[in-house]
C-alpha cells in the first residue's frame, strides 16, 4: 500500500521544525525513563495518585442541547516528578460537555488532543457536540500539556522544543485521565472510555494501559509507537536532525549512559537497530536511507527522512551561529570535565546521522510502545482506526496493535492521515458508540 499525496503535500505547506532545541536535558530524560518504569506497570500505579485527588469546576456555560463545564486540576506529575512540567503546563484545564437529557445511562468520553488541537474548539464542534446530539454521550476534552493554555511561552505554536516535550506530555496525561476517571466514578457516570485521534489516539492509549478497569478505548489514525512517525513518517522532514546530531556528537552522556537506561527489547526495537549499524547498508534498508539522495541534501524518491552530508549540515548550522570549527574544538577541549567528547572527529563521523535515527526509535520506543506498557485489562473494548494510506503514521517495520493488545479490532478507511481527519469524524464517533456499546453488554453490572 502506497502512502497518501494529500499527506504529503500537506506535510510540505508547514515549515516549523520539530525539536529545536534538541532531544532535552540528559537529567531531565533520565528522570523521565526511571518513572517510565513505574507508570509502564499497572500494578506499581495502584497508589501513585491518591483515589480523592482534587478536580475543581470553576464555570458552568448552558446551551440549547447541553451544559459546558469548565474545570482543572494540578497535574499529580508536578508532585511525582518536580520541576519536569513547564510553569504553563503544571494546571490542567478541560471542558465536560453534558447532555441535557441523557439517552441511555451517563456515557462520558474523554477526549485527547491530537497534533495542533489546541484550547478546545476543534474536539468540541467535531466530535462533542455531535455526539450529545447523536448518541446523549458526554465529552471531557483534557488540554494537553504545551497546547493552548499550557503551551510554554518559548514555544512555537505546536513544535515541541525538546524530545523530552513529548515523554513529559505523555507521562502527565496518564496520570491526569486518571484522576479524572475517578472524579467521574464517583460522580456517578458510567460507562467511561477514551478516544483520541493521531498523537491523542496515542496518549488515550497510553493511558487506557494504566487503567484497572475494563475500559472502551477508540485510538484513531494511532498506531503501537511513535518511534516510526519521527523516523520513517513525513514528519521526519520536520525534525531538526541538525541540531539533534549536534548534540548526540559532542556530549557522551546519550551514547554513554541514556543508552543503558532504554529497556525496550522488541523484535521492532532500537537494540536490533544497533545490530544494524555494525552493517550500515542494512541499517539504511532498514530505515528507508539507501536511494541516492538530491543535491538538496534530501532523500530521493519518496523523501521520507532529512539527510544529506552530515559535515556540510553541522557547519551550516555552526556558521549560521557564528561559532568557528575551532571554536568548537577549543570549547570540547576546555569541557572534558563535564564528559564533553574530546575527539572532533566523532562529530563529523559518517554513521552520525544512522546513528541519531537509532537513538530517536530507542527513545520514542521506551516512552510511547504500547509493548512497553501494560495491556489493557479487556482487549475486546478496543476499536482502533486506521487509515490504509496514512503517511503520517507508517505501520511498516513495528510491531501491530494486534500482537501487543490481542483481541482488539482494527478498522481501516481508505485514504491518508489527513482525508481521513477532514473527512471521516463520522466514522471515529461510530467507533466510540460500537465500543460503549460492546462494553455496555459485556458489563452491564460494573458500576
Not at 114 to 127: A, I, P, Q, S
Not at 205 to 220: H, M, Y
Not at 411 to 429: D, E, P
Request: proline residues 5%.
Amino acid at each position: 500500500m502506497g502512502v497518501s499525496r494529500l499527506d504529503l503535500f500537506y506535510r510540505r505547506l508547514l515549515l516549523s521544525k520539530l525539536f529545536i532545541g534538541g532531544w532535552g536535558k540528559p537529567e531531565d530524560l533520565k528522570r523521565i525513563f526511571e518513572f517510565r518504569k513505574i507508570i509502564g506497570d499497572r500494578e506499581k500505579c495502584k497508589f501513585l495518585v491518591p483515589e480523592d485527588y482534587p478536580v475543581y469546576i470553576n464555570k458552568t456555560e448552558e446551551h440549547t442541547d447541553c451544559h459546558i463545564h469548565h474545570g482543572f486540576l494540578i497535574s499529580p506529575l508536578e508532585h511525582l516528578v518536580p520541576g519536569i512540567l513547564p510553569a504553563e503546563s503544571v494546571k490542567a484545564r478541560f471542558q465536560f460537555i453534558v447532555p441535557k437529557r441523557w439517552k441511555n445511562h451517563r456515557p462520558v468520553c474523554i477526549q485527547l488532543a491530537g497534533t495542533g488541537d489546541h484550547f478546545f474548539w476543534r474536539r468540541r464542534t467535531l466530535m462533542a457536540r455531535p455526539m450529545v446530539k447523536e448518541a446523549g454521550m458526554a465529552s471531557l476534552l483534557l488540554e494537553n500539556p504545551y497546547y493552548g493554555y499550557r503551551k510554554p511561552k518559548d514555544q512555537l505554536r505546536s513544535s515541541l522544543k525538546n524530545v523530552s516535550d513529548l515523554f513529559v506530555m505523555g507521562g502527565a496525561l496518564i496520570l491526569e485521565s486518571t484522576v479524572l476517571l475517578r472524579w467521574l466514578e464517583r460522580e456517578g457516570y458510567w460507562p467511561l472510555g477514551m478516544t483520541g485521534i493521531s498523537m491523542g489516539g496515542y496518549m488515550a492509549s497510553l493511558a487506557v494501559t494504566n487503567w484497572p478497569k475494563p475500559i472502551p478505548l477508540v485510538p484513531c489514525l494511532s498506531w503501537s509507537t511513535a518511534s516510526s512517525v519521527f523516523t520513517t513518517g513525513v514528519l521526519s522532514r520536520a525534525v531538526n536532525w541538525t541540531e539533534l546530531e549536534k548534540q548526540y556528537a559532542i556530549n557522551s552522556v546519550y551514547e554513554e549512559e541514556i543508552i543503558n537506561l532504554l529497556e525496550y527489547c522488541g523484535a521492532d526495537s532500537f537494540k536490533m537497530c544497533q545490530e544494524f549499524l555494525k552493517d550500515p547498508g542494512s541499517l539504511e534498508d532498514l530505515l528507508g536511507l539507501s536511494e541516492d539522495r538530491t543535491s538538496t541534501g534530501q532523500k530521493a524518491g519518496r523523501g521520507l527522512l532529512i539527510g544529506g552530508d552530515h559535515v556540510d549540515q553541522f557547519l551550516s548550522s555552526v556558521s549560521s551561529s557564528g561559532t568557528t570549527v575551532d571554536s568548537i574544538q577549543r570549547s570540547i577541549n576546555a569541557n572534558t570535565h563535564r564528559g564533553k567528547k574530546t575527539d572532533s572527529d566523532k562529530c563529523f563521523r559518517p554513521s552520525l546521522h544512522r546513528e541519531s535515527i537509532s537513538f530517536m526509535k530507542g527513545v520514542m520506543d521506551e516512552c510511547t510502545h504500547m509493548a512497553n506498557f501494560s495491556v489493557p485489562v479487556d482487549t475486546s473494548l478496543i476499536i482502533v482506526v486506521q487509515a490504509k494510506e496514512d503517511a503520517y503514521i507508517p505501520r511498516t517495520g513495528v510491531l501491530s496493535l494486534q500482537e501487543i493488545w490481542p483481541g482488539c479490532e482494527v478498522r481501516y478507511l481508505n485514504g491518508g492521515h489527513i482525508s481521513a481527519y477532514l473527512f471521516k469524524q463520522n466514522v471515529f464517533r461510530q467507533a466510540i458508540y460500537d465500543a460503549f456499546n460492546r462494553f455496555s453488554v459485556k458489563y452491564p453490572n460494573l458500576h
